[in-house]
């Protein structure tokens, strides 16, 4: 039962982190950057959702209000801040690590302006469905209709996105300009308008992500939740090991975090949370460097 | 400007610079020496950064952690040992460069976003380390004491003036050796591996070696950073290196031109004054206290993607750049 | 003509004389720093933005609302009080910056609540407030460590320590709950670390200690520690964390249909917190609490009605918590301090004031405070409690039974405390 009840704690755990890793991935395939604040724009996209929910009353309202906020707001920072990035700062020792520190500052920016708006205290959303466990044989599991719709949720994403990417011409340019911009552009594909898609892309799952792990927790949130913290590194971590290039390796990665971090608090100690995720990123690192779903070079981006 | 005396280490210039700082500390108040001694700590750290990203071109979130590993290491040796404290100061610079090549090692198969996100969870996982050992002191954290100014100085001397001191003549040892690491061979190996890894590998340069040595090196000058900042507030515990303190480092670095150890100076005054100016800004607005709590975070935010998207190379960088070009143009014309 | 010169001399030295008194005098009154003749500053560091912050970002407005109360009824002697407030994020080295800047620029007269054990320890080794004759009134944790008088000379505790509210869960387990399983759940630092010394002197033995690392309490790891302590079995399981892991665990252990029989810590047992967080009143329903002062939404209580009376107006619709009763708890000590530091305060005089009169100051408090001339400890009990079906912690059986004790090897001992009526409208008199 325990050995259960950790797994089913680590598999819905992982799948809100393969949300967040499928935006990282996104992201990395159409302009080959990590963008840092992506975890920043599901929290502002839960605001979006929060308010929808406040006004209209229904959650099933309120995800594709935050969806379509999340990907507006991603299509702008693509839009200003990445383009102007490009023009301003690809020569000199910064080239490389402009965008990391571009989306760190971004990172900051939205947290202040969010805490300015509403403020630094919980707000709360809740639950569409049940989050009760499901009882078997008298016992409760840590598995609940709201977590089995997560889980749902993650896989029809997956299979839209993949559908999305290999079988729709916007896919074929979706591939072409992450791979080779300039054969696409020459191919009469514009770069420009996909690379912005693709961050609409991640924006959207990215508000998926933030609503989801706030009502599968307890429904607060504030511009300071932990769970925010924690979707930026794991759901970062998630899309490493499973390559940032895959999105089927996003959501593996995301399930291979997710349940090894909940054995090692269950099993080795609950203190180790925070070093925990560190400890298993560099033993993938060390064992499996392409990730679990990578080509060989994919290291040294 | 100084092409003639490349040879040079510039050492009676970092002379002259600490006898200013010393007559400086005599004549401002006690909260200006103590924010001196914070802006010296911050020279060092931020010039580590410069070194590791600026020069060699690999990229760190974590070295808060690594500030911790000195503070950590100095602060134990004094505590559990009472060792003199000029030998905690160095053995603070190697137990952390120990740990940077440990990182290093690991580093040197990643690069860009990869290394980015490895360190990153390295700045959130370590520091809570010092939870599951009780030598380290928990969370309360271990004293560091310094002890008194020696009576020489006077009866006046203040134990912030004393910090001040060793702060500020540690940052000029640690700018002085960094300035001259960057001028030799091996800086000259670190930027031509930056500009272009295969290049330099064909010109007979192990890149790998090179990139592990500049994080050993930019990790000890951390470790340095990282036991000054444990004098300054008298104690190591693990809230005082947040993920934030990263962060802010790799903004000072920004700030100062990431690639300009002159800089330094510009990048450490900003992040010690920016606190102030967010207060003076948000009084003379009136603004609420949501505003007013949220200000600092802004501006320091704001400011770095500013400074990536307009100076993005620093503003002393963007200077010569400006310079060159115009150069460049006098003698295109000449011709 | 020599008469005259004298004369003259004699009026100049009269009129030296008076003046050089009157020199003389006028320091005297604005002699402290912090005080002038119409007002007294203190000053304030603690997280007001961070992950830290949430909760015990409402103290300064609790303290401030109390001091406006104070203020608009005339002030201490006709001295009106300000409140510096300054962000120390909960990181140490923030908190030595603005400390630094609180006594240096602001030039407070003494410093207030300031939160966080680390943040208070480096405080006190670098800006060195000891040395400085600042005092530090009511430190806003329950680490036993700042009651030493030597160590911390111008420090004043408030809380009742983690080690005494520890000891006395231990004595209500072994009276009530002998021979059962019993549970811990602790953060994984001092705060756990002085629970588990309070429990060791207790004697009580664990079937599961669960530790967990501050800052990873939610709903998720919950579901972990759940799984631990169904599989010990344990029939009690005390939560001694913060209230977001208390909600956390609560929350969660709702979902699962978990039952066990609660004991919560106080520091996180604020029924008003964890019933804002969504857990519903009913998983509170017969959980065993702790606390020092009395819940706060019981309005029979003439302190909890005049200051959730006071904070409505000042801060409209934020819940009157813990924290904020608390706060205004620890402003309503200070302006009583200072009431009685004289008609001149100052450091030495307000400390002088709590060692002398410290223990017998009106507080919400239900247990009494230990200050004297040799100890800076504050309270030094708790009162046993039972959560109602509307959440809300009340004393078995209707009248409060309080036990007090120390954070060494003292017995835990019933109280005959009985506090101080309020004064007339909630003013030091």
Not at chain 1, 64 to 77: D, H, N, T, Y
Not at chain 1, 115 to 130: C, E, N, T
Not at chain 2, 275 to 291: K, M, N, Q, T, Y
């Amino acid at each position: 039962m325990q050995l259960l009840n950790t797994l089913l704690i680590g598999i819905t755990a992982g799948s809100i982190y393969s949300l967040m890793a499928i935006a990282f991935v996104l992201v990395w395939r159409s302009t080959r950057v990590v963008n840092f604040a992506q975890a920043g724009m599901a929290l502002l996209s839960t605001y979006f959702g929060y308010e929808a929910v406040s006004r209209l009353g229904s959650f099933w309202i309120a995800l594709p209000v935050a969806m379509i906020g999340g990907a507006l707001f991603a299509a702008l920072v693509e839009l200003v801040l990445m383009r102007l990035l490009v023009k301003h700062a690809s020569s000199g020792p910064i080239a490389g690590v402009a965008p990391i520190i571009a989306t760190l500052g971004l990172l900051g920016v939205i947290r202040s302006v969010i805490s300015m708006i509403w403020g630094g205290q919980d707000l709360r959303i809740v639950a569409p469905i049940s989050n009760n466990g499901f009882t078997i044989n008298g016992s409760t599991l840590v598995f609940s209709p709201l977590k089995l719709l997560v889980l749902v949720v993650v896989v029809v994403l997956l299979i839209l996105l993949s559908i999305l990417f290999q079988k729709t011409n916007l896919g074929l340019a979706l591939r072409a300009s992450a791979h080779a911009p300039e054969i696409a552009r020459l191919s009469g594909v514009r770069v420009d308008s996909v690379r912005t898609l693709g961050w609409a892309l991640a924006g959207a799952a990215g508000a998926v992500a933030g609503l989801f792990q706030t009502v599968n927790g307890n429904g607060n949130f504030s511009p300071d939740s932990i769970d925010f913290s924690l979707l930026l590194v794991s759901g970062f971590i998630a899309a490493v090991i499973g390559g940032l290039d895959s999105l089927l390796g996003a959501v593996l990665g995301g399930l291979f975090l997710g349940i090894s971090i909940s054995f090692v608090l269950m099993y080795i100690s609950s203190g180790l949370f925070f070093i925990a995720p560190f400890v298993i990123l560099l033993i993938v690192l060390f064992v499996r460097p392409q990730g679990i779903i990578g080509v060989k070079a994919g290291r040294r981006a | 400007m100084h092409k003639s005396k490349k040879q040079s280490t510039h050492l009676p210039l970092f002379i002259l610079g600490g006898i200013v700082l010393v007559i400086l500390s005599g004549i401002v108040d006690e909260l200006r020496v103590y924010q001196g001694a914070t802006i010296a700590v911050y020279v060092i750290a931020i010039s580590s950064i410069i070194l590791l990203t600026g020069y060699s071109g690999q990229v760190s979130l974590g070295h808060g952690a690594l500030m911790a590993v000195g503070a950590y290491a100095a602060a134990v040796l004094r505590a559990e040992f009472n060792v003199p404290i000029i030998l905690c100061f160095i053995a603070a610079v190697l137990a952390a460069a120990v740990g940077g090549t440990l990182l290093g090692a690991a580093a040197a198969r990643l690069s860009g976003p990869y290394l980015a996100g490895t360190t990153l969870a390295l700045a959130i996982g370590l520091p809570s380390l010092a939870n599951q050992f009780p030598i380290l002191g928990g969370e309360q954290g271990l004293a560091f004491d310094v002890g008194f100014p020696p009576l020489a100085l006077g009866e006046d001397f203040t134990q912030y003036k004393w910090y001040f001191w060793i702060a500020a003549l540690a940052a000029l040892i640690s700018m002085w050796s960094v300035r001259n690491i960057l001028n030799s061979a091996y800086g000259r190996s670190w930027r031509a591996g930056r500009g272009n890894e295969v290049a330099a590998q064909l010109a007979g340069i192990n890149t790998a070696r090179s990139k592990v040595l500049a994080f050993t090196i930019s990790a000890g000058i951390a470790g340095l950073a990282g036991a000054l900042l444990a004098m300054t507030i008298g104690t190591v515990s693990p809230s005082a290196f947040p993920l934030a303190l990263s962060f802010s480092l790799l903004t000072g670095a920004v700030l100062s031109g990431i690639s300009t150890l002159g800089g330094v100076i510009i990048g450490s005054v900003v992040l010690v004054a920016i606190p102030e100016i967010a207060d003076v800004v948000a009084h003379r607005l009136g603004s609420s206290e949501s505003v007013t709590t949220n200000l600092p975070g802004l501006i320091v935010s704001g400011l770095l993607i500013l400074t990536v998207l307009f100076v993005p190379n620093g503003p002393v960088e963007q200077h010569r750049a400006r310079k060159a070009k115009h150069e460049a143009a006098h003698n295109s014309t000449k011709k | 003509m020599k008469a005259l010169q004298r004369r003259t001399l004699l009026t100049a030295t009269a009129v030296l004389a008076t003046v050089g008194l009157a020199v003389t005098a006028l320091p005297a009154q604005a002699a402290e720093v912090g005080v002038t003749a119409s007002q007294i500053k203190l000053g304030m560091t603690l997280p007001m933005t961070g992950t830290a912050s949430l909760g015990y970002n409402k103290i300064p407005g609790a303290a401030k609302a109390y001091f406006d109360y104070l203020n608009a009824n005339g002030g201490i002697n006709g001295r009106k009080i300000t409140l510096v407030v300054k962000d120390d994020r909960y990181v140490p080295t923030e908190a030595v910056a603005k400390t630094n800047e609180l006594i240096l620029k602001d030039k407070v007269m003494a410093l207030l609540a300031p939160l966080g054990t680390a943040n208070v320890k480096a405080v006190a080794t670098s800006v060195n407030p000891a040395r400085r004759g600042v005092p530090v009134l009511f430190v806003n944790t329950g680490f036993s460590g700042f009651a030493d008088t030597k160590k911390y000379p111008t420090t004043y505790t408030v809380l009742p320590s983690y080690i005494m509210e520890a000891k006395i869960m231990g004595e209500y387990i072994k009276e009530n709950f002998a021979g059962k399983k019993i549970g811990l759940l602790y953060q994984d630092d001092d705060f756990g670390i002085d629970a588990l010394a309070g429990f060791k002197t207790a004697g009580v033995n664990f079937a599961v200690k669960v530790p967990y690392a501050s800052g990873s309490q939610s709903a998720a790891s919950a579901a972990g520690w759940i799984t631990k302590f169904k599989a010990a079995e344990a029939d009690v399981v005390i939560l001694f964390g913060v209230s977001s892991a208390t909600s956390a665990m609560l929350g969660t252990a709702a979902q699962l249909g978990y039952k066990p029989q609660w004991m919560l810590g106080s520091v996180g047992g604020d029924a008003t917190t964890i019933k804002l967080t969504g857990v519903p009143a009913g998983v509170l329903y017969n959980a065993i609490g702790f606390s020092p002062v009395p819940a706060t939404t019981d309005m029979t209580d003439e302190y909890v009605k005049f200051f959730s009376d006071i904070y409505a107006k000042a801060v409209p619709g934020s819940a009157f918590d813990l924290n904020v009763l608390l706060g205004m708890n620890t402003a309503f000590m200070t302006a009583q301090a200072l009431k009685a530091a004289g008609p001149n305060p100052t450091r030495k005089s307000l400390m002088a004031a709590i060692d002398s009169k410290g223990a017998t100051f009106a507080s919400s408090a239900l247990v009494p405070a230990g200050y004297s001339k040799t100890s800076h400890v504050g309270l030094t009990g708790y009162w046993v409690g039972k959560y109602a079906p509307t959440g809300d912690l009340a004393p078995i059986g209707g009248t409060y039974v309080t036990y007090t004790t120390d954070s060494g090897s003292g017995p835990v001992v019933k109280s005959t405390y009985k506090r101080p009526a309020m004064p007339a409208k909630g003013l030091p008199n």
